[in-house]
T-cell receptor
């Protein structure tokens, strides 16, 4: 595709429900990242994938958060039993995945609102 | 532990004035530093990175290892520079890139 694609663009859910956020990276990019963007907190690192494996998932806030990546492409971030503090913009990014100093390409994000 | 600090949440300058957005980092190894920018209703995108030694849209940034800083500078701010700016760091130990809290730059006419 032309860029990193995220869906849905907006998600409103009730407290306690589960949500799934999807990221489709640029074709051929082996590295994929999830970040959370909230006011005053900047971009909070959640998890990083290289291919289908996640060498660094240190940023996941709690065990309610999980992510997977299949086929070295699409990734899904799942939040179980959502809480109001989960409300934020969830950003996905991808990069070629060959060196540590690569440019990240970002998606437009999913605005999650937990009522 | 790695950390990126942007001490200013908001910076307001007049058009034509110099601007400096501050970034300090903590990392024990040899990091790579970046500046990303997000204009209104646009995606977050790379502005510049230290390794390229480039100047983009008149912006430059110098890595000062002694002060562990990577401040972003532009001699004459333009209204179109109004945006959210994030300083970021990646390291040789892996592909994890961490970001600061961001500074919103507002350039007044």
């Amino acid at each position: 595709g032309a860029g990193v694609s995220q869906s849905p663009s907006n998600k409103v859910t009730e407290k306690g429900k589960d949500v799934e956020l999807r990221c489709d990276p640029i074709s051929g990019h082996t590295a994929l990242y999830w970040y959370r963007q909230s006011l005053g907190q900047g971009l909070e690192f959640l998890i990083y994938f290289q291919g289908n494996s996640a060498p660094d998932k240190s940023g996941l806030p709690s065990d309610r958060f999980s992510a997977e990546r299949t086929g070295g492409s699409v990734s899904t971030l799942t939040i179980q039993r959502t809480q109001q503090e989960d409300s934020a913009v969830y950003l996905c990014a991808s990069s070629v995945g060959q060196t540590y100093n690569e440019k990240l390409f970002f998606g437009s994000g999913t605005q999650l609102s937990v009522l | 532990a790695q950390r990126v600090t942007q001490p200013e949440k908001l910076l307001s300058v007049f058009k034509g004035a110099p601007v400096e957005l501050k970034c300090n980092y903590s990392y024990s190894g040899s990091p790579e530093l970046f500046w990303y920018v997000q204009y209104s209703r646009q995606r977050l995108q790379l502005l510049l990175r230290h390794i390229s030694r480039e100047s983009i849209k008149g912006f430059t940034a110098d890595l000062n290892k002694g002060e562990t800083s990577f401040h972003l500078k532009k001699p004459f701010a333009q209204e179109e520079d109004s945006a959210m700016y994030y300083c970021a760091l990646s390291n040789t130990g892996g592909f994890k890139t961490i970001f600061g809290a961001g500074t919103r730059l507002f350039v007044k006419a």
